[in-house]
């Protein structure tokens, strides 16, 4: 809820000047899904593969925080996640609610100090800050399709579509011809490639471009 929204707005900030607003439209996304939701897949992807060390960095912090509450008496119910909804719906079977706003803000500040520092002096290529002469420009979703399918390599490479809540999952008979930069230009926070399977992370958007991505591959 607090830390890694933390971390993607320090992303968010630490892009260049001229990728900021794209930038910030995929990372105040991921960070509310995050926030409400309990889904860090959309931000954790956005730096895992670019930036390994911030990983390594989350995995240790968001380790700490459980011996933090267990010493200050702090309980938190969950099911599904971490996230708001859970929170407030399962408040009942939390103790010292009023401790995890104070705790929680100061992890967002050390999260978004932390990651700041880190992506400026070791020059991480997150989100915006690519090597890239030009980035492409946002487009709207039913835009998106023709460009995307071409990224996944064209129709003919395109075995199976499908997604889910935050990724949209490409099964394509030959995974050289897919285009990882050009997805990232589209919007992708990241690209993962297992076997003959490509997903892209493009956050909550996913099922509408694997509908608008279908009905193009279908024609």
């Given at each position: ?10 992303i ?6 001229e ?26 992807f956005?730096?895992m ?40 719906v ?22 978004y ?22 980035d ?30 935050t990724r ?5 008979a ?7 930069a ?19 992370i493009?956050?909550?958007?996913s ?8 009905r193009?591959?279908?024609?």
């Amino acid at each position: 809820m607090y830390g890694l929204p933390a971390a993607a707005i320090a992303i968010w900030h630490s892009a260049k000047p001229e990728n900021r607003a794209k930038v910030g439209g995929i990372m105040i996304s991921a960070a509310l899904t995050s926030f409400l939701t309990g889904i860090t897949e959309p931000i954790e992807f956005s730096f895992m593969f670019v930036a390994p060390i911030l990983y390594v960095i989350h995995a240790i912090l968001a380790g700490l925080a459980f011996p933090i509450c267990i010493l200050l008496g702090m309980r938190d119910g969950t099911s599904f996640s971490h996230g708001l909804i859970d929170f407030i719906v399962l408040s009942g079977n939390s103790s010292k609610l009023w401790l995890f706003p104070i705790v929680g803000i100061c992890y967002a500040i050390v999260y978004y100090v932390v990651f700041r520092v880190l992506i400026k002096a070791l020059d991480l290529k997150t989100p915006g800050r690519e090597d890239t002469s030009e980035d492409a420009k946002a487009t709207a979703t039913s835009e998106m399709a023709p460009a995307l399918i071409a990224a996944f390599g064209g129709k003919e490479n395109i075995t199976n579509l499908d997604a889910c809540i935050t990724r949209l999952r490409v099964s394509v008979a030959d995974v050289a011809k897919v285009d990882q930069a050009g997805l990232k230009k589209l919007g992708a926070a990241g690209v993962v490639v297992a076997g003959s399977g490509v997903q892209a992370i493009f956050g909550t958007k996913s099922d509408n471009l694997k509908t608008e991505d279908g009905r193009l591959y279908s024609q």
